[in-house]
């Protein structure tokens, strides 16, 4: 974890040694951080409250109902992007630099550079400017 990054109150995270977050990200009250196969986050990344990211999950065909796919399930979050709150992202998923994925919705694909995404499955509705210059200095309000 690099500096001036914060984590808010009742944040999960799963297999932490496994999980890499840039500086200058937030990540938000109750958050789920399932980094068991790698979850990459960069910098400048705001993760609103109640976000749940995972990189494993069980296979349905498998009739001990175990996590039996093999293929590559990280996750990684690039530099800028913002993760609306209540947001599910599923194995596997790459998020571009820049990217919005608005609140409530479920991310079960990669998402382009700058695309705003929205609804369930996520779409692209949008596109983001791509002049962002923002950094996040670690300072943040309290919640509570």
């Not at 690099?2 to 040694?17: L, M, N, S, W």
């Not at 109902?65 to 209540?86: H, Q, Y």
Request: with cysteine; proline share 4%; hydrophobic share 35%.
């Amino acid at each position: 974890m690099e500096r001036q990054v914060v984590i808010h109150y009742k944040t999960e995270i799963r297999a932490p040694y496994r999980l890499v977050i840039g500086k200058g990200s937030i990540i938000g009250d109750n958050a789920i951080l399932d980094a068991r196969n790698d979850l990459r986050i960069g910098k400048n990344v705001n993760i609103s409250s109640n976000v749940s990211i995972y990189t494993e999950q069980h296979d349905y065909r498998d009739p001990m109902f175990l996590c039996t796919n093999k293929e590559n399930k990280a996750v990684e979050i690039n530099d800028r992007v913002w993760i609306g709150s209540n947001v599910i992202i599923l194995p596997g998923v790459k998020i571009g630099e820049g990217a919005v994925c608005c609140a409530g919705c479920v991310v079960t694909k990669d998402v382009a550079p700058y695309d705003v995404v929205a609804g369930i499955p996520a779409k692209k509705i949008n596109t983001r400017p791509q002049s962002l210059q923002y950094e996040f200095d670690g300072s943040s309000c309290w919640f509570y």
